[in-house]
């Protein structure tokens, strides 16, 4: 793998800006106005904006984040600047080899963001949020692993429940794009979807982290700011979409989106890879998890962030006997020539935390793949 040039690297950070600005004027018109609002203590952005004789209110975000904060007291001076981003987007990829998604996904994923999906904290997760890695950290990835057939996005169940804000209608969202977008029937709740495919079954499916009481087990989980849209509970995934962060997708003018941070990304990888069934499709996928995985560890252990690999680690590996067993199953699933570097990095990074790298056995990682 082979770092970009700076030069490379500030055009990503000047279009990840730029997106994300221009979002925020997209999503909030000037005639409106912004308001704060107290909710348990803590204050939040809210957008009102006059309709048909009534004010509109709308769901922006903490208070306390600072580069919301920021947009807020500058909204006036915010103007998109379509044609320029699209001639950085196409210098990133033509030059600097960042990748791009495939039209149609980066398409679904610009409905996604104009919906208002990431103002209502929302994450872009799987294989379309891993081809947004590269222009973060700044290096270039083999293009084999970054192949997908599917978007997938996750929420926070408290988070779609509290900010009493939604969506557009989803099925309507999509069939924007493809009119041959329906809903796939829950297999435990026919009455919910958590899934929408369209006609080349490509696949857009919705996330949740499991909710904790045997009664959700595997049953869909109505999402009140998904758009009619239910979510699919997931083990693990709180770990994954904890303390997301902001980025850009390289798709057209780019698009501002929100992903998991790399390192969590990187540890989540190993504990879905030990997961895995045995099948043909269950090996294959374990494969792309314990490679992506070993990407993502390998760049940040390269370009010195090892410290934050290893906090990951570290938490999940403190969260009891199921995510230990899980990680030594997934180190041992990355391809045998990144596991040296991983398991050298994860224990320098240990050290720098001031942490012992022998109370997480890293060595019994070393041994081949089971």
Not at 63 to 88: C, M, N, Y
Not at 228 to 239: H, K, M, N
Request: proline share 7%; hydrophobic share 35%; glycine share 8%.
């Amino acid at each position: 793998m082979k770092e970009i040039d700076f030069v490379y690297r500030t055009m990503v950070a000047e279009l990840g800006q730029r997106c994300f600005d221009n979002r925020f004027e997209t999503d909030f018109p000037t005639e409106g106005r912004f308001v704060t609002v107290p909710v348990e203590g803590r204050s939040y952005w809210y957008f009102d904006l006059p309709k048909d004789g009534r004010v509109k209110r709308k769901y922006v975000g903490p208070h306390s984040d600072p580069e919301i904060t920021k947009r807020v007291q500058s909204f006036q001076d915010i103007k998109g600047d379509l044609r320029a981003r699209r001639k950085i987007v196409s210098t990133l990829t033509r030059e600097a080899g960042l990748p791009a998604p495939e039209r149609f996904t980066g398409g679904i994923v610009e409905a996604m963001a104009d919906s208002g999906l990431f103002r209502l904290r929302g994450v872009l997760v799987g294989t379309v949020a891993f081809q947004c890695y590269p222009a973060l950290l700044g290096v270039r990835f083999p293009t084999v692993a970054l192949q997908t057939g599917d978007a997938d996005f996750a929420q926070f169940h408290s988070v779609s429940a509290a900010i009493e804000d939604t969506v557009p209608p989803m099925l309507e969202t999509l069939r924007a794009l493809d009119p041959t977008f329906c809903e796939v029937p829950h297999q435990m709740d026919g009455r919910r979807s958590t899934k929408f495919r369209n006609g080349s079954r490509f696949e857009v499916e919705f996330l949740t982290p499991n909710r904790g009481s045997s009664d959700h087990d595997g049953k869909p989980a109505p999402m009140p700011a998904l758009g009619g849209a239910s979510a699919q509970p997931l083990r693990f995934l709180d770990f994954l979409i904890h303390q997301p962060v902001r980025t850009v997708l390289l798709h057209r003018s780019g698009v501002s989106v929100v992903i998991p941070s790399p390192e969590r990304y990187a540890v989540h990888k190993l504990i879905v890879a030990a997961r895995r069934g045995d099948d043909p499709l269950g090996r294959a996928k374990r494969e792309k998890d314990g490679h992506q995985s070993a990407l993502l560890s390998e760049a940040m252990i390269g370009m010195g962030n090892r410290s934050e690999l290893a906090e990951a680690f570290a938490e999940a590996w403190k969260r009891g006997r199921a995510w230990k067993d899980a990680l030594r199953k997934g180190l041992n699933y990355t391809p045998k020539k990144s596991r040296p570097t991983m398991i050298e990095g994860l224990a320098m990074g240990l050290r720098d935390l001031g942490e012992d790298p022998g109370q997480y056995d890293l060595t019994s990682c070393l041994s081949p793949t089971p």
